[in-house]
């Protein structure tokens, strides 16, 4: 038979460890109440024994322990969805669609949708980069064997111009010998062609900040060519398409891109019996050459996008451009007295491959001719589709 003593002991020791477990238990309830006002406390993550519990409930008439836990639970959902529609209101999604394709999410502010050629410093603030910002581009297609050409040609240039050289052979650090050289942007890619290169690097988003771009090939003499005076020019007259005068004596192909001596502009002309189904088309007015174009901003824009990405010539281009203007005989012209001699060097087209017993050159310009062909139909074709798409009946021709 157990001492009284003993079981006195024994009860008291009972009693201390159940005191020690539920001054544990209210102290992590307490610890858990203190802690759902934190957001990464999740209630589902506890758990106690059902003994322990049971054992509250039975000391406590008051709140029980699943009341409290009931209670923090409805606390702790109703802090977490206050908590999501709080951030939802604080940062509500971004979705603008008058930005540009695949920007849409951005806020406006923070959208660059245009840039520029202009060459930056690797170091100090950024607002200091530059000291010029040349308000038009003029850009030749070379080959190395032509620097002497091109060194005289930039010459006519101002610092008003960024100067962009496509290098069709491969060759760009010779070019160096020439100081304008080292400020010049060079891009390079073995025999591609002007259009190709243009194309793929004067997007309109690119050239944005140019009033005026030229778009020239490499052979032009330019000894009677002044660039800021054919600016002013083609502002006073109301040019978006141009290119200067041609002398007569050496690479003419069309009246109308000859040289006229005593006048500032012209936009018409005539040309051979049969050749102009109307005086205001091509190649009797609203026309100019591909050799040595320059257009505006807005007519590059329209421009750009009809150049296909696979006829690299551009031959027939120089017939459609007057679709990117209107009225087009008005703004498409002549700078006569700013003229230029074309050179007729075949450098690009030795840069063909010779096939079947023909000479490069030859392939090269057979090309040509079948891109010219395929450009006219696949603009006939397109705006044979517009018109039917709109109930409209086709004229019988919009292309020359």
Not at 5 to 16: D, P, Y
Not at 32 to 43: K, R
Not at 246 to 273: A, F, S
Request: aromatic residues 12%; contains cysteine; glycine residues 6%.
């Amino acid at each position: 038979m157990a001492k009284p003593g003993i079981l006195g002991r024994s009860a008291q020791r009972s009693n201390e460890g159940m005191r020690i477990i539920f001054s544990a238990v209210i102290g992590v309830m307490l610890g858990y109440l203190f802690g759902i006002s934190f957001p990464t406390v999740n209630i589902t993550k506890l758990h106690f024994p059902s003994s322990i519990i049971s054992y509250i409930e039975d000391r406590n008439s008051g709140i029980t322990t699943q009341t409290l836990l009931n209670h923090a639970w409805t606390s702790a959902a109703t802090h977490k969805k206050n908590n999501s529609a709080s951030n939802s209101d604080e940062i509500p999604k971004i979705y603008v669609p008058t930005n540009p394709k695949g920007a849409e999410r951005l806020p406006p502010g923070i959208v660059v949708s245009e840039t520029d050629l202009y060459l930056r410093r690797l170091w100090g603030e950024p607002s200091e980069d530059l000291t010029t910002k040349p308000r038009y581009l003029v850009t030749f297609t070379v080959g190395y064997s032509q620097k002497a050409n091109i060194d005289a040609a930039v010459k006519k240039f101002s610092d008003n111009f960024t100067i962009m050289l496509f290098h069709y052979d491969g060759r760009t650090t010779e070019w160096d010998e020439f100081e304008w050289s080292k400020r010049a942007v060079h891009v390079s890619v073995t025999k591609q062609t002007k259009w190709w290169y243009a194309k793929r690097f004067l997007h309109p988003d690119i050239v944005a900040r140019y009033d005026y771009i030229f778009i020239w090939d490499e052979d032009l003499g330019v000894e009677h060519f002044n660039a800021e005076a054919y600016i002013k020019l083609v502002r006073k007259h109301g040019l978006e398409i141009s290119q200067p005068g041609l002398e007569p004596d050496k690479g003419l192909t069309w009246q109308m891109t000859k040289r006229r001596g005593d006048q500032e502009v012209h936009k018409v002309t005539e040309e051979r019996p049969g050749w102009c189904s109307d005086p205001h088309l091509p190649p009797c007015a609203a026309f100019v050459e591909i050799m040595a174009t320059v257009f505006s901003r807005d007519a590059w824009r329209c421009v750009w996008h009809m150049i296909q990405n696979d006829l690299v010539h551009g031959w027939g281009l120089d017939f459609a451009l007057r679709k990117c203007v209107e009225p087009a005989h008005e703004k498409i012209g002549v700078v006569d007295s700013q003229w230029i001699v074309h050179q007729v060097i075949p450098s690009l087209g030795n840069q063909g491959k010779a096939e079947n017993g023909k000479a490069p050159w030859e392939g090269v310009r057979a090309r040509c001719r079948k891109e010219w062909g395929m450009f006219q139909t696949r603009l006939t074709d397109a705006e044979k589709a517009y018109y039917l798409e709109h109930g409209i009946t086709p004229p019988k021709s919009t292309v020359a």
